[in-house]
């Protein structure tokens, strides 16, 4: 479904991503892993083309979308929801749901607010409530949801167990863990290898811009120096 290849990336002229390249097949639960700093977020932002690449290609079901707008990519099928979570915290949980909205899509899971609701019961309780009395936790659960309201092909996580509570992040994992019984193709960019080794199918390290590591958790167990070198504080 997604293919990075040769990936540059610059924030002026400091140097992110260099050439990274990986694939991410349809169905999937893909990890980010690596240390603050490491260049997950820019992948993502590159990907999602908030942060558009001096160099590579990032093809998205066979179409090099790298140049394209934002919002483009966007109506092609691909969700991203940040690390800062950026919801509307003056409009309550229903209508940010309803800023979300898109089509269905062949070949993706459909999205209603009941369906989010039922996964989310803490949104449902309190639908009429403004973004900005929610809880750090429920915000991250409106993001997710209002990102899935317009029911993408892949999703984009970056960091959704960062600054939450335990109990929260529980909740994350069996979520993600739904949405890969549905059928969505997810990314995620995560610091917690425990909470990804639940979630994911396959991990791929990151170390400045560099890829390290590209392969299953069974095969990160079984190389404990690739995270002593990449993954330990």
């Known amino acids: 479904m997604l293919e990075v290849s040769g990936l540059n990336s610059f924030y002026g002229k ?62 092609m099928g691909i969700g991203y929801v940040p690390e800062e979570r950026r919801i509307f915290t003056d ?17 993706a899971p459909v999205w209603t607010v009941d369906a989010l609701f039922e996964i989310f019961p803490n949104l449902s309780e309190r639908r009429n409530n403004r973004g900005k009395a929610m809880s750090g936790g429920e915000q991250q659960m409106l993001t997710i949801a209002r990102t899935l309201m ?23 994992a069996k979520t993600i863990l739904r949405f890969k019984r549905e059928g969505l193709t997810v990314v995620i960019s995560e610091q917690n290898l425990h909470f990804a080794g639940i979630v994911a199918d396959r991990a791929i390290i990151i170390e400045s811009g560099v890829k390290k590591f590209d392969g299953s958790f069974s095969e990160l167990e079984k190389s404990p120096e690739i995270r002593d070198a990449y993954l330990s504080v």
Do not use: W
Not at 64 to 75: N, Q
Not at 94 to 104: C, D, M, S, Y
């Open 14 to 75: 400091a140097h992110i991503l260099n050439d990274l390249s990986f694939t991410v097949g349809r169905g999937e639960v893909v990890a980010l892993l690596g240390r603050n700093g490491a260049g997950k977020t820019t992948t993502m932002k590159s990907i999602m083309q908030l942060v558009h690449p001096k160099s590579g290609a990032v093809t998205f079901e066979g179409k090099d979308i790298a140049g394209y707008s934002a919002h483009r990519v966007a109506r």
């Open 91 to 107: 409009l309550t949980i229903l209508e940010n749901l309803e800023v979300g909205r898109q089509k269905p899509r062949e070949d």
């Open 150 to 172: 317009g029911n993408p092909k892949l999703l984009l996580l970056d960091e959704p167990s960062e600054g939450i509570a335990p109990v929260i992040v529980e909740q994350m």
